[in-house]
């Protein structure tokens, strides 16, 4: 089992940038395959971005060319990079795990989450 931390979330001003970062422990993440999602009030949550295990990336079409995932097997840890912010990204922010070599973009794919970490755009 995998547990996440996430951290870097914060107040950021309209196209501004901001790095999440997600610290995995409990195993070892090069054997799974990451995401973030979000999830803004009255609103479902939303994949936005995942990693495969083997780096392959997918981003979701309303946020590509504004956030670049990538991850440290190493380190153990997941980070999320925002460019360009706007006031729609406000949310709270999660990674996601699961223990599989790739994933996609759904919720159902992930079986660990964190705890979340809130962005506010303004």
């Known amino acids: 089992h995998v547990q996440l931390v996430e951290s870097g979330g914060g107040s950021v001003q309209i196209g501004g940038s901001l790095r999440l970062s997600c610290v995995a422990s409990?195993?070892?993440?090069?054997?799974?395959?990451m995401g973030w999602f979000r999830q803004a009030p009255g609103k479902e949550r939303e994949g936005i971005a995942a990693i495969d295990n083997n780096g392959g990336t997918r981003y979701h079409d309303g946020v590509k060319g504004r956030i670049t995932i990538s991850h440290d097997a190493d380190k153990g840890t997941l980070a999320l990079k925002m460019d360009d912010l706007k006031p729609e990204d406000t949310a709270m922010y999660y990674c996601?795990?699961?223990?599989?070599?790739?994933?996609?973009?759904?919720?159902?794919?992930?079986?660990?989450w964190g705890q979340g970490t809130q962005v506010t755009v303004s």
């Open positions: 996601a795990a699961e223990f599989r070599g790739r994933c996609g973009l759904g919720s159902s794919f992930y079986k660990y």
């Open positions: 409990g195993d070892t993440i090069g054997r799974y395959c």
